[in-house]
């Protein structure tokens, strides 16, 4: 999925948040932020990546690793009054990886890694056409990746519909 995406659908999920639990969570602009950097953390791992098909691969984006660190910051945290903002920041990590999970087309997510070394992805996968470094110039391959990835309309629509609804949820 894209940045710009993650980081809609980030407000979107606050929103939602603060309306279902308004005494833990507040749609304001401190947690805007955090959401916003929550949502968008398990994708940092691009700036020393090869190749954007092995951009799922590493620990930024393996679920099994958020839920023990989740688990052990949350046995250390949780008495505390900031708890909420933990709280917060897990839940946007993962709605990060559901979200690629669902828009994968080059990497899917490995859900249970290390006990089990296999992608899912909610779409057929094609990992060739993500062979690509992100930051040196392949026009060409950079071009069939993204015809390749806004081919599947259903995703397209998808993936627009996410970013309505954090723009919308920004603004209400």
Not at 2 to 12: A, N
Not at 16 to 44: K, R, V
Not at 56 to 84: A, D, E, K
Not at 126 to 136: A, C, D, E, V, W
Request: aromatic share 24%.
């Amino acid at each position: 999925m894209l940045s710009i995406s993650h980081t809609l659908f980030s407000i979107f999920i606050l929103r939602l948040l603060s309306l279902i639990f308004p005494l833990f969570f507040f749609f304001s602009f401190p947690n805007i932020l955090i959401s916003i950097i929550s949502a968008n953390f398990c994708d940092f791992d691009i700036f020393w990546l090869k190749k954007i098909s092995t951009h799922h691969r590493l620990v930024f984006h393996l679920p099994l690793f958020y839920l023990v660190l989740f688990i052990g910051v949350s046995i250390i945290t949780y008495p505390l009054t900031y708890y909420y903002i933990i709280l917060l920041i897990f839940i946007q990590i993962f709605f990060h990886l559901f979200t690629d999970y669902v828009t994968g087309r080059t990497a899917g997510i490995y859900w249970f890694y290390p006990l089990l070394n296999k992608q899912y992805s909610l779409f057929a996968i094609k990992p060739r056409l993500g062979n690509y470094h992100p930051y040196i110039k392949n026009k060409g391959k950079m071009k069939k990746h993204f015809i390749f990835y806004f081919q599947n309309r259903l995703l397209v629509v998808f993936e627009l519909f996410l970013c309505l609804l954090g723009i919308v949820a920004f603004f209400i």
